[in-house]
């Protein structure tokens, strides 16, 4: 029950980054990608927020919840290789978009702030290219 949208949550992730246009780098796709995902999220958030203290009490589940996020990562990978990313490219934007996701999906359930998910991942995302950069 407690990873039952997995499925629906990846073909999200997928088709955004299927239909983000042909010019966008890799980086946008995803990011495009992870704000669906995120709109998808922020409808159920009285579930999430519930989901999230199941899971934070398991180890298990916790464990569970990693496998489920390494999956996505991969299925965000192989969406890129098919928009033509290469290989250690589309794995390494993948698992930074996967991280960017849990940075702000952590904050969107502990925080009590009303900021949205989608706007999360937005902050996210630029203070990851922020210190990838060197500015922050």
Do not use: C, Y
Not at 35 to 51: D, S, T, Y
Not at 104 to 114: G, I, K, L, Q
Not at 115 to 134: H, N, V, Y
Request: glycine share 6%; aromatic share 4%; proline share 4%.
């Amino acid at each position: 029950m407690l990873f039952s949208g997995s499925g629906a949550l990846q073909e999200v992730l997928v088709n955004a980054v299927a239909g983000a246009p042909d010019a966008a780098a890799p980086i946008d796709a995803v990011a495009a990608a992870l704000e669906a995902a995120g709109a998808v999220l922020q409808q159920r958030r009285p579930f999430a927020l519930k989901r999230q203290a199941v899971i934070a009490a398991s180890t298990e589940l916790r464990e569970r919840e990693l496998i489920k996020l390494a999956s996505l990562a991969s299925a965000l990978a192989d969406a890129l290789h098919r928009r033509g990313a290469t290989g250690p490219a589309a794995t390494l934007t993948a698992e930074a978009g996967i991280a960017v996701f849990r940075v702000a999906f952590e904050r969107w359930v502990t925080e009590r702030d009303e900021r949205d998910l989608p706007q999360l991942i937005r902050d996210s995302l630029a203070d990851l290219k922020a210190m990838t950069a060197g500015s922050r």
